[in-house]
């Protein structure tokens, strides 16, 4: 069964910039999350979709948002960047039910690098 | 606010010693905590996890132990190997509520090396 795939894998963008992140998750996992991991901050949660449904959100400003299609692919999307917004942002993808407990899949994580 | 902290950045060990790893906790209502490895320029890798009704739970040479009492989480590591060299954080997620769907809150993590 074929992993977490997040692309593009490296990025390269300048403050002002927009950036849009795609996130494939393991085949039949219907929730993906995402997380920015920075070496300040550590990996901090951002939001998780499920079924089309943002369920969660973390403390991020506006500026970052998210969605999900019918084939439980995501998006996540970052507007006017900052030069703070260099980091690691990473998507997992799990198959909870309601209860929303599941080990969580990582991918390999997209570097996104703001000049 | 939630919380999952790590005292120790960094941990030295030679192979084939045993390895433990520590973490606090500061959200009570907290009930499934994971331990994950990140090895460089990878996303982090499940180990082990366990749920609060449980203190102790092993997988292959690696145990987790669960102190609700003082809200203290361990990874401990049987023969650490070179291969076990990374980051490893520990992450807690309250289920039972309903509300924190698919939302890890991590520890800062502690880097392991293994000297061989």
């Known amino acids: 069964k074929a992993g977490v795939t997040q692309t593009p894998r490296y990025l390269i963008k300048t403050r002002g910039q927009q950036v849009t992140l795609s996130c494939s998750p393991i085949s039949g996992h219907r929730s993906v999350s995402w997380y920015q991991q920075t070496p300040g901050q550590g990996l901090q949660f951002l939001f998780e979709?499920?079924?089309?449904?943002?369920?969660n959100k973390g403390n991020f400003p506006g500026r970052f948002s998210g969605r999900q299609f019918s084939n439980s692919r995501s998006e996540m999307n970052v507007s006017t960047l900052e030069l703070g917004d260099s980091a690691l942002y990473l998507c997992?993808?799990?198959?909870?039910?309601?209860?929303?407990?599941?080990?969580?899949?990582f991918g390999p994580g997209t570097r996104l690098t703001v000049l | 606010g939630e919380s999952v902290g790590l005292h120790l950045p960094t941990l030295s060990v030679q192979e084939g010693d045993n390895s433990i790893i520590n973490c606090a906790y500061s959200?009570?209502?907290?009930?499934?905590f994971i331990w994950y490895k990140q090895e460089s320029g990878k996303g982090p890798q499940f180990i082990i996890d366990?749920?609060?009704?449980?203190d102790k739970r092993q997988g292959q040479r690696v145990t987790v132990l669960l102190n609700k009492t003082v809200k203290h989480l361990s990874l401990q590591i049987a023969a650490t190997q070179p291969g076990d060299s990374a980051v490893y954080f520990c992450?807690?997620?309250?289920?039972?509520?309903?509300?924190?769907?698919?939302?890890?809150?991590f520890g800062q993590g502690t880097i392991l090396t293994v000297h061989p």
């Open positions: 959200n009570s209502a907290s009930d499934y």
């Open positions: 992450a807690e997620n309250m289920a039972a509520g309903g509300t924190s769907y698919g939302k890890l809150t």
């Open positions: 366990i749920r609060s009704n449980m």
């Open positions: 979709y499920f079924s089309e449904t943002q369920r």
């Open positions: 997992a993808s799990s198959s909870p039910g309601t209860s929303g407990v599941n080990e969580q899949f």
